[in-house]
């Protein structure tokens, strides 16, 4: 018992130095603040369209994740700035939404992904993470499935009706996941 002790003082105490600040090429997943042009830092060549890079991290320790509400912002959701290109000469509008849309898929999995990293925190700290690890791969895949669905379902957001359809499927699904939001 006193080794349990020990070791969850210990994991407290150590939790300050897992923490890390937000580099000036990432940018926050928002509810408000949507994505604009000035967020992709490399201009395509003419004709390419762009792409965006979106990826997570764990910015946390095990015992911060723990208890009914758990720390929401210890999981982030971000672009990558410098690594996500935009076309100017093409329809920029559409390509943003295309992009926010994706943001706003991959936020979805984020959110079930804080929901079972809290569900499953003290497991991870006594005994490791592996259930958790392929939870984690598990909802990775989902998200790159639901990705592929979405781009081919809307024509890559040329198709105004789908993309309505989309865009109301994934705010209703944010909003039943809003106990797991990072805002």
Known sequence: MKLFILFFTLSLAASATY??????????????????ASDFHIIAKPGTGGQAQYQYDYNG???????????????????????????????????????QTLFDIQE?????LRQTVRVSAFRSLMVGNQKLKAEEDKLTVEAAKRRIAYGEQTNYGTLPDKQI???????????????????
């Open 19 to 36: 923490g890390q600040a937000l580099a000036p090429d990432r940018l926050l997943w928002s509810s408000t603040r949507r994505l604009q």
């Open 61 to 99: 320790h095990p015992t911060q994740f723990m208890g009914k509400r758990g720390n929401n912002q210890l999981v982030r959701n971000m672009l990558l700035c410098s690594a996500s290109s935009i076309d100017t000469t093409g329809n920029v509008t559409d390509f943003l939404r295309f992009e």
């Open 108 to 112: 979805v999995y984020i959110r079930r």
């Open 165 to 183: 359809e989309w865009e109301a499927t994934i705010q209703s699904e944010l909003a039943a996941l809003s106990d797991f939001s990072a805002e």
